[in-house]
């Protein structure tokens, strides 16, 4: 499997639309971490990672369920900046971000890392 991914793959591997990945790296939301594009045109085209690929089909997950751009920009410098971050843990209220470690504890990824807690509750009814 390739380690780089032109911006169309990106998107299309991600879930997200090609324009939204291209509107992402204009407007400083995420850059591609292999190769920017550069000159006009298609002279030099933008190359993602596959970890940007996996941080992309996060913020298609969250765009999905209504978080705004600027709280979507936020999660992926956070699962950027932070290697134990793992997509698979995010959790959300709508309003916030969480990701769960390995340990149980959770964290609050747009309020500076504040130590946040979740309940797991058994269903109510009776298993048939």
């Known amino acids: ?22 509107r992402y ?3 400083g939301i995420f850059h591609p ?8 045109g298609r002279h030099r085209p933008r190359l993602y990672s596959l ?9 298609s997950r969250l765009r999905r ?7 979507i920009s936020r999660v992926l410098a956070a699962v ?9 843990y ?10 769960r470690e390995d340990g149980g504890s ?4 747009l309020r500076e890392h504040q130590a946040a807690f979740a309940l797991f509750l058994e269903p109510l009814y009776p298993k048939r």
């Open 1 to 22: 499997m390739s380690t780089q991914f032109y911006a169309s793959q990106a998107a299309k591997r991600s879930g997200l639309p090609l324009y939204v990945v291209d």
């Open 25 to 27: 790296d204009r407007n």
């Open 33 to 40: 971490s292999i190769r920017r594009a550069t000159g006009s």
């Open 51 to 59: 970890e940007d690929v996996v941080a992309l089909s996060v913020a």
């Open 65 to 71: 369920l209504g978080l705004p751009a600027r709280r």
């Open 80 to 88: 950027r900046a932070n290697a134990k971050v793992q997509p698979r």
């Open 90 to 99: 995010l959790l959300t209220d709508g309003k916030t971000v969480f990701f």
């Open 106 to 109: 959770v964290v609050d990824l």
